[in-house]
T-cell receptor, first 113, second 116 residues
Framework: EAQVTQNPRYLITVTGKKLTVTCSQN?????MSWYRQDPGLGLRQIYY???????DKGDVPEGYKVSRKEKRNFPLILESPSPNQTSLYFC????????????FGPGTRLTVT | AQSVTQLGSHVSVSEGALVLLRCNYS??????LFWYVQYPNQGLQLLLK??????LVKGINGFEAEFKKSETSFHLTKPSAHMSDAAEYFC??????????????FGAGTQVVVTP
């Protein structure tokens, strides 16, 4: 089944404890992206990757890191999480520049205390 | 810089009535345009998209949207609402400039409630 998977689905952590949210797609998509969803703000793009080893900042990259060493994986790293990073996070992927419709993962709900 | 505005954070419609969700964008170049739907506790699912060509696009579940360049709008409609249409809807744009084609902006979302 074609899908985007994220792990974990739920995470409660404490301020400053490094964490990684994994994202994987099995559709051989070139493009992958991370978003955070907050009430009243919609989705805001954190980082995106147009292909392996090619990443760029979205609108809200502060406090996050990403890497794209393999085509299928695009982990999101929070080196020192803070309470304002409490949010619902979505990973998405799309086939290419022209086939830009994104497929979304199920989301990761992160709480930082 | 591009931006997306969805008019109305909540819309209530009666079952069988017209659903109209408004989306306006600002962009120096007409972008790619998308509508997504999010059901409770789920990820987003593509409803429809406009890239080029015909300005009236049809999507899944009976939804359609019309791209109007002169009005910088991409409103979503469905002639007859069904209870299963209760969800949150997001309009999104993707820049078409070569230095930022990977950037997407989403609207704040419109929550649709369908009443019997």
């Amino acid at each position: 089944e074609a899908q985007v998977t994220q792990n974990p689905r739920y995470l409660i952590t404490v301020t400053g404890k490094k964490l990684t949210v994994t994202c994987s797609q099995n559709m051989n998509h070139e493009y992958m992206s991370w978003y955070r969803q907050d009430p009243g703000l919609g989705l805001r793009q954190i980082y995106y990757s147009m292909n392996v080893e090619v990443t760029d900042k979205g609108d809200v990259p502060e406090g996050y890191k990403v890497s794209r060493k393999e085509k299928r994986n695009f982990p999101l790293i929070l080196e020192s999480p803070s309470p304002n990073q409490t949010s619902l996070y979505f990973c998405a992927s799309s086939l290419s520049q022209d086939r830009a419709e994104q497929y979304f993962g199920p989301g990761t709900r992160l709480t930082v205390t | 810089a591009q931006s997306v505005t969805q008019l109305g954070s909540h819309v209530s419609v009666s079952e069988g009535a017209l659903v109209l969700l408004r989306c306006n964008y600002s962009s120096s170049v007409p972008p790619y345009l998308f509508w997504y739907v999010q059901y409770p506790n789920q990820g987003l699912q593509l409803l429809l998209k406009y890239t080029t060509g015909a300005t009236l696009v049809k999507g899944i579940n009976g939804f359609e949207a019309e791209f109007k360049k002169s009005e910088t709008s991409f409103h979503l409609t469905k002639p007859s609402a069904h209870m299963s249409d209760a969800a949150e809807y997001f309009c999104a744009v993707r820049a078409l400039t070569t230095d930022s084609w990977g950037k997407f902006q989403f609207g704040a979302g419109t929550q649709v409630v369908v009443t019997p």
